[in-house]
């Protein structure tokens, strides 16, 4: 099979209403379709990446297992930041700068028709990212395969009627399937996004696939569901489960999720056979209330979901069928987000021994915030924490008054206006290595540390006319 041909099932609008499927380009008695939507078919999704910096590992049983969809899920509202940090140093970046390498993971089943390949690791730049990914094709001797780049995102050209500041770095708007929809309609093996809602990575080929309409609200929100729950990747195998999450079966081989999707909207959740995790009742009823602030009404640019509604079967052997999503018409406005600047961050650690570390430690931060009123310093916000006692948001030792933790890290951070006025405390530290409490076993930051930058994110609405009309899908064949 080569790579303009795809593995999977499609209705022919020619055609409709008989019996057939569409293979290789080639009509065979079988499948039923009708009012345009296919039945009798299954569509494997794989959830191959949850963040920016996710590992690769488990891609290659994920993708020898034989997945229709490779969907890498690569943004947050920190990794916008971290990006736009990288378009600062260098007008070519802005996008993961790992996305090469999970396309060249997938080369093998692209150029062979196995599957495709769609992420929104295109960030806040994915023009760039989009000519990364062909120029890397192109250096590799890769001919034939369709590249879509989905731009429109960005919103900045309307700062004005959106009330934008005047500092604004980036301003996004979080796009919903149907674009990516125009990508894998016209042809496309890999499409790249910019702000995609994650969700919506993984409707779009279900929508693709299924012929399922854009007012077809209980299937759209059974597509956001699937994507909902795989977009964490290995977070709803078995991570970060806080039941007995010690019962690994392979805690070195990591099993992303699979998604068996049928036309009606139900699915399967699974993970290739023979990997460590779980799927389980819990574990995917855990993924499916992650981030969500009202389970009867979980906003997508596409549809409203009521994951309320949903209802989990655990088959057993790491499958669990996942049903009776419902839906109602999307909102009338997009999510947005607006980065702007917020000033600089200086940092200091010191760790301090039993016995009395706790109040070692209290003196250090004493003495460095001391020293910032001596000098001058203008602060703006000051944060303490003491890794041994309360440094994950409370009391981390009981409330023994007699208990003396054996070892304290004292974690203090400034924000300031500038880089230089942040800067100032760094060189202040010095004095704690001799002649401050005794015990110090460790002065990270204190000499030669180097401010960062802070930026500020807000979410806002966006009115769907002022980005519909401007986004686009741009479809390079290598």
């Given at each position: 099979m080569g790579p303009g041909a795809s593995p999977n099932l499609r209705t022919d609008p020619s055609r409709e209403g008989e019996s057939v499927r569409k293979l290789d380009g080639q009509h065979h008695p079988g499948l039923e379709v009708g009012a345009g939507i296919v039945v009798g078919v299954t569509v494997r999704l794989g959830g191959g990446q949850g963040f920016y910096g996710d590992g690769r590992a488990p891609l290659d049983d994920l993708l020898a297992s034989g997945v229709d969809y490779l969907v890498c899920e690569?943004?947050?509202?920190?990794?916008?930041?971290?990006?736009?940090?990288?378009?600062?140093?260098?007008e070519a970046l802005g996008y993961t700068r790992d996305l090469p390498l999970y396309v060249a993971a997938a080369v093998p089943y692209l150029v062979d028709g196995r599957t495709r390949f769609i992420t929104n690791a295109g960030g806040i730049n994915p023009i760039a990212a989009g000519r990364a990914v062909i120029d890397g094709l192109r250096g590799a001797g890769i001919s034939g395969l369709?590249?879509?780049?989905?731009?429109?995102?960005?919103?900045?050209?309307?700062?004005?009627t959106l009330g934008l500041p005047d500092d604004t770095l980036f301003a996004n708007a979080y796009l919903g399937a149907r674009p990516i929809v125009d990508a894998l309609d016209a042809g496309a093996h890999i499409v790249i996004c910019g702000r995609v809602a994650d969700a919506s990575l993984f409707l779009a080929p279900l929508v693709h696939e299924f012929g399922w309409g854009w007012d077809d609200w209980d299937r759209l929100a059974a597509g956001v569901t699937v994507g909902h729950l795989m977009e964490c990747?290995?977070?709803v195998t078995g991570g970060n489960y806080s039941g007995d999450w010690w019962n690994n079966s392979d805690p070195l081989r990591v099993g992303f999720p699979i998604?068996?999707?049928?036309?009606?909207?139900?699915?399967?959740?699974?993970k290739p056979a023979g990997t460590g995790g779980r799927v389980s009742f819990d574990t995917v009823r855990e993924q499916l209330l992650y981030e969500v602030h009202d389970p009867s009404a979980y906003l997508n640019p596409d549809v409203t979901a009521n994951l309320a509604a949903v209802r989990l079967e655990d088959l057993g052997g790491d499958r669990v069928r996942v049903f009776g999503a419902a839906g109602t018409a999307a909102p009338e406005t997009y999510k947005g987000l607006v980065c702007t600047p917020a000033g600089f961050a200086g940092e200091a650690r010191v760790a301090y021994s039993w016995p009395d570390a706790e109040a070692k430690a209290r003196a250090a931060v004493a003495y460095l915030r001391g020293r910032a009123d001596i000098i001058g310093m203008e602060v703006e916000e000051w944060s303490e924490e003491y890794f041994g006692v309360n440094g994950f948001g409370g009391p981390t030792v009981g409330a023994d008054i007699d208990h003396d933790p054996a070892e304290v890290i004292a974690?203090?951070?400034w924000r300031c206006a500038t880089k230089e006025e942040a800067t100032k405390l760094v060189f202040e530290g010095g004095l704690l290595g001799l002649s401050g409490p005794p015990m110090i076993s460790q002065a990270d930051r204190l000499r030669g540390g180097r401010p960062t930058q802070l930026l500020g994110v807000d979410a806002i609405a966006v009115p769907r006319e002022v980005v519909d009309g401007q986004v686009r899908v741009e479809v390079t064949e290598v």
């Open positions: 690569a943004l947050a509202e920190l990794t916008l930041a971290i990006l736009q940090k990288d378009r600062l140093r260098d369709k590249v879509a780049t989905v731009v429109g995102d960005d919103v900045r050209p309307h700062a004005a990747s290995g977070q998604g068996e999707c049928e036309p009606d909207g139900s699915f399967v959740l699974t974690r203090l951070a």
